[in-house]
């Protein structure tokens, strides 16, 4: 079983920076892919961005160019990096992780961001 515990949500001005975390029970080395997915009120959760095991990413295209995700294998952690927030970026944020040759993959609990003045 895989543990995904995330960490930095909030709420943050119209502009403003927000870093979330997200740190796995295990290596991150196990993980062929590792990602964060959003969802807002009512919708279906959605891709925001992921990182595979070689280190290739995927953004959304709503997010590109603001938002950045990294990760640190020696502490397990995949980071997402939110920059010039928009009230559309609202929502609840998932991590996500998938072990390899695993065919489904380990969500963590959720964090809330808010984007408000």
């Known amino acids: 079983q895989v543990q995904l515990v995330e960490s930095g949500g909030g709420l943050v001005q119209p502009g403003g920076s927000l870093r979330l975390s997200c740190a796995a029970s295990?290596?991150?080395?196990?993980?062929?892919?590792m990602g964060w997915f959003r969802q807002f009120p009512g919708k279906q959760r959605e891709l925001v961005a992921t990182?595979?095991?070689?280190?290739?990413?995927n953004l959304a295209d709503s997010v590109k160019g603001r938002f950045t995700i990294s990760k640190d294998n020696a502490k397990n952690t995949v980071y997402l990096q939110m920059n010039s927030l928009k009230p559309e970026d609202t929502a609840v944020y998932y991590c996500?992780?998938?072990?390899?040759?695993?065919?489904?993959?380990?969500w963590g609990q959720g964090t809330q961001v808010t984007v408000s003045s």
């Open positions: 295990r290596s991150s080395f196990s993980f062929n892919i």
């Open positions: 996500y992780a998938r072990v390899s040759g695993a065919a489904v993959g380990y």
């Open positions: 990182m595979t095991s070689n280190g290739s990413t």
